[in-house]
Structure formats: C-alpha cells, structure tokens
C-alpha cells in the first residue's frame, strides 16, 4: 500500500507542477505582451540616442522615427514662441478669395486678387485687377468650363436673395486686330448700339434684340468708358476695355427677386471697376 500510494502521489505532482508552470508561463507571457508597446519605442528612441553619441543604431522604424519626431517637436522651444504666418501668391488658376467681410452698411467689396491666373483665350497673362460691391449674403461660387462661355468667365457670385453675377473677360483679339503697343478704349472697337447684339447671346444664353434692351448709359469710371445696360428679363450688363481685354458684368435675378434687389444689382453694375494707373 505505501509503495502504491507513494506511486499514485509521486504521479501527481508533476501534473500540478506542469500546470503551475504553464500558469506562470502565460502570465508572464502576457506581462511582456502587455510591455512591448511601452517599452519598444523607448528602446529604439535609446538605440537612436546612442547613434548621436557615434554608436552604431541598427533599430529603425517608422514607429521610432515618428516618436522621434514628435518628441522633437514637443520640446521645441519655438512652440512657446508663435512664429508670423505669411502666404506667398503666385500665378494660382482657379478660385482665390477676395471678398471682404460685410461692412458697417452691409457690403462687400470684391478685389480680384493679384495672385489669381486667367487664361481666358490668350494665355496665362497678368490680368488688370477689378473691383465691385455686392450685398451681405453674396458668395463666390465655382466656375465650370462647361458652362457656357466658361473659358472666358472669370468670376461668378450668387445671392439667394438677390440673384446672381459673373465677370467676363475676352480677349478683344476675338473680333479685332490691334496693333502691338496700341491700347484702344471701348468706343473704338465696339459701338454701344451694337455690343449687346455681339455679347449678349453669350451673356444670357439668347439673342438680345433692341426691343430687349430697355435702358443705355455711359459713364468714367478710373479714366475708362464705360457701358452699362439694362435689358427687360431683369439682366444688368456693365463693359469697358482695357489692354486688349472686354471687361464685362452681368448681373441677373429672377422676377421674384427682382422687385425687391433691382436697387441694389443696380449699384453694383455702377461699382464694377477695372483698376487702372489711369484713375
């Protein structure tokens, strides 16, 4: 009997010492598990730390490179210190803010910026900066190709309660041909009574009649003529020309719209300037 149960408790006790054995082993399996993200990065940061001191570092990775830099990042002094932004415009195709907040009488003025690129049917030239004055609420919106007479449109705006606009610049060498040096001024190259009937089609998407147009005027706006027009589907088109270029605004507002912003797209017809060195 003692020989049997000396066999039977002697059997046992490696089943017992192999489970506790195993219980250490995945409890410290998982210890280390559970290390690994704390202590591999600042493993690697050391390894790193000792290539500065002339150490070879043959543990790099994305992970410690990232730490590296951020912990780099964060000790900067320059973060306690602010440093003045500053942005540097080029010849930058496409949409470019220029409209100023609302002001004390709710407009907004509109700077066609320096930096913004045009092709608009002959090359990527500098175009004379413009000026307008819309109303709290106007946006710029995108300008699509697509859209007919998109490579001439410069600029288009929107207001949901007053309508909408867009600047169209083309090129004069469209119908005229100017000698090089020779800047003429709008009355040279179209008579008022005829440039709604060459612009207007692609200004409203119709042919423009004279019965259509229901009040003209001229006026000088920075040295430059100037047309304005008013045609009797609630369009307003302002025009002048400045080195080799139709400067044009069309403004338009849907009937129910119109009774209430006439008064207001009208002054902004009469905003609509090209800066030139001759003001």
Known sequence: KTSEGQRSSSSTLPSVHSRMSLAFCIARNCTQRREL??????RRALRCKASTEGKPCHDI?????SAA?????ITSSDLAQPQEVSAIMGMTA??????????????RRY???EGKSGGHGVGWTE???YTFDVYEGWEEVPVSIADPGGTEIDARFNSDLDGGLKIVLAPVLRFANIPEGE?????????I??????????????????????????DVRSGLKYYNFELRNHTLVAATVWKKRVFIMCLQAPPRLWRNSAEKLRKTMKSFTVLTELS
């Open 61 to 65: 990775s994305r992970r410690s490179t």
């Open 127 to 129: 175009i004379t900066p």
């Open 69 to 73: 830099l951020v912990f780099s990042c």
């Open 183 to 191: 800047n003429p001024g709008i009355e040279e190259l179209i008579p």
């Open 111 to 113: 700077y066609r910026p």
């Open 193 to 218: 009574d005829r440039f709604m009937s060459g612009f207007g089609p692609e200004l409203t998407q119709n042919p423009v009649e004279a019965d259509d147009i229901i009040d003209v005027s001229t």
């Open 37 to 42: 993200p704390r202590t591999r990065p600042l």
């Open 94 to 107: 496409g949409r470019v803010p220029g409209l100023s907040p609302t002001d004390t009488n709710g407009i």
